[in-house]
């Protein structure tokens, strides 16, 4: 019935699997039969917190009681703590501007690269390297800025200035006089849950700050304690001079934001949004950053991430011939598959078990459970997944 309307009346973007939610409660969800699912993908690394998670909840029916929006052309308090919130927790001396997406931030990171690389209203410097198997959003420019011939189909003609590093060591020959900035993933996540060498990174930061080249981090995955520090930039000890965010923010509920050091960059009227930082989004951020600071702080995090890590590395162990490696960070987590039918076979063979886990690249299972998963979630969903793993 439900997806008789889908198709009838929504765009066919998405292979949807025959599964409506009803309910969920942390990393636990209902459907509408009843049936109940360990949430391993919290809708894609979104659902930071868990689902219905009480001190969000009550955060966001406070605030929409007294107003939910008006417009940039004001001062909106909980976006401007949201910005302190962020720009303290990150540790870095930046500015925060707030929109609605991951590649909407993406967009507004590019702008002020552009804008970076312009002279004497003329734009000297405009081009981007980003790297293979990268993923940067669904825009005509950020389609663009993905380094994946098979999302360039139909779209074109894209905008210039975009050019494609095979991997890390590529980069430096590629630099030439017109480019301005560099744009990476520090783990690749749709890309197949693929880290960057940390020494390299490194490297490549000094390298381009020596040279004022901008790094541009993309965090839209892996920020907000995704990798289990602040920022996945936290953990590789380096200082971009642009970082975005979006999907683990607002948990759940929409917002983006890129964030930049260069913090006079943008005037006003160079850039803007009707929607994006508004009360409602901006409550939720700040409510998100207050529950896991606190999280962080008192050791439970971690603990969990050690925990996750366990039942992971657990089924590679015991699967030695489906499993070829145990890759990512904190509770960004992947399995890389022996081949993609395989693959296909888990996460159909999980559903029926009872727990969502996602694909990422080619042939990764991908882990991205909340933040907040109980110990007694996480052993219920390995016990699921190993039942789903066992019946191939
Ligand atoms: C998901 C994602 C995006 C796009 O975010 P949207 O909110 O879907 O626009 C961009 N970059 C990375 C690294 C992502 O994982």
Known sequence: MLKDLDREYVLATYARADVSFVKGENATLTDSEGKKYIDFMSGIAVV?????????????????????????????????????????????????FFGNSGAEANEGAI??????????????????ITLEHSFHGRTITTVKATAQESMHNFFGPFPDGFVYAKDIDEIESMLDSHTVAVMIELVQGEGGVEPLDR?????????????????????VQTGIYRTGEFLASNLYDIE???????KGLGGGVPIGVV????????????????????????????????????????????????????????????????????????????????????????????????????????????LLPPLTISKGEMDEGFFRLDNAIASI
Request: proline fraction near 1%.
């Open 111 to 128: 702008k002020i690269a552009r804008k970076y690389g312009e002279v004497d209203g003329k734009i000297k410097r405009y081009k981007i």
């Open 259 to 366: 964030m930049t050091s260069h913090k006079d960059i943008l005037s006003a009227g160079d850039h803007g949004s009707t929607f994006g930082g508004n009360y409602l989004s901006s409550t939720a951020a700040l409510s998100v950053i207050e529950i896991l600071n606190e999280y962080k702080d008192s050791g439970e995090l971690d603990e969990a991430l050690l925990y996750f890590e366990k039942g992971v590395n657990r089924l590679h162990i015991k699967y030695p011939d489906i499993f070829l490696k145990s890759v990512g960070f904190g509770m960004m987590r992947g399995l890389r598959v022996r081949d993609g039918d395989t693959l296909a076979k888990i996460i159909s063979n999980a559903l029926k078990e009872g727990v969502v886990v996602l694909k990422a690249g080619k042939n990764t299972l991908r």
């Open 48 to 96: 930071s917190v868990g689902h219905s998670n009480e001190k969000l909840s009550n955060a966001l029916c406070e605030q929409i009681k007294n107003i939910t929006h008006i417009s940039n052309l004001y001062l909106i308090e909980p976006q401007i703590k949201a910005a302190e919130a962020i720009v303290k927790s990150s540790g870095y001396d930046m500015r925060c």
């Open 199 to 219: 020494d390299k990174v490194q490297a490549l930061a000094k390298m381009l700050k020596d040279r004022n080249i901008l790094l541009i981090v993309d965090e």
């Open 240 to 246: 971009p001079d642009i970082i975005t965010l979006a």
